[in-house]
Nanobody, 126 residues
Framework: QVQLVESGGQLVKAGDSLRLSCAAS????????MGWFRQAPGKEREFVAA????????AYVDSVKGRFTISRDNAKNTGFLQMDTLKPEDTAVYYC???????????????????WGQGTQVTVSS
């Protein structure tokens, strides 16, 4: 199975940018689709972005379209979430997740993913 470790979260100001990384180990990274989810205090975990195994297909929640970009480098076993023009409402713990299989599509439900990282905190001050 694959192990995932997120990094890159920190306290930033509104309008700033951050890049989160998700380092994968244990299995061939290109065997998995990947997603990013987030959970704010008192709220349910929500889908943020997803990318298929090859990087050819991507999907985003409406609230981050045009501001966030998901990508992956299979040679380096790492996924990324570039977050620009951050807003206070983006404050949350961000999780990366992996779904086994080389599917062309992307998946936006938590139950679609079998592997999760421990999360990284992103805090955006106003």
């Amino acid at each position: 199975q694959v192990q995932l470790v997120e990094s890159g979260g920190q306290l930033v100001k509104a309008g700033d940018s951050l890049r989160l990384s998700c380092a994968a180990s244990g299995r061939t990274f290109s065997d998995y689709g990947m997603g990013w989810f987030r959970q704010a205090p008192g709220k349910e975990r929500e889908f943020v972005a997803a990318i298929n195994w090859s990087g050819s297909t991507r999907a985003y929640v409406d609230s981050v379209k045009g501001r966030f970009t998901i990508s992956r480098d299979n040679a380096k076993n790492t996924g990324f979430l570039q977050m620009d023009t951050l807003k206070p409402e983006d404050t949350a713990v961000y999780y990366c997740a992996a779904r086994s299989g080389q599917y062309d599509g992307t998946y936006g439900r938590s139950q679609d993913y079998g592997y999760w990282g421990q999360g990284t905190q992103v805090t955006v001050s106003s």
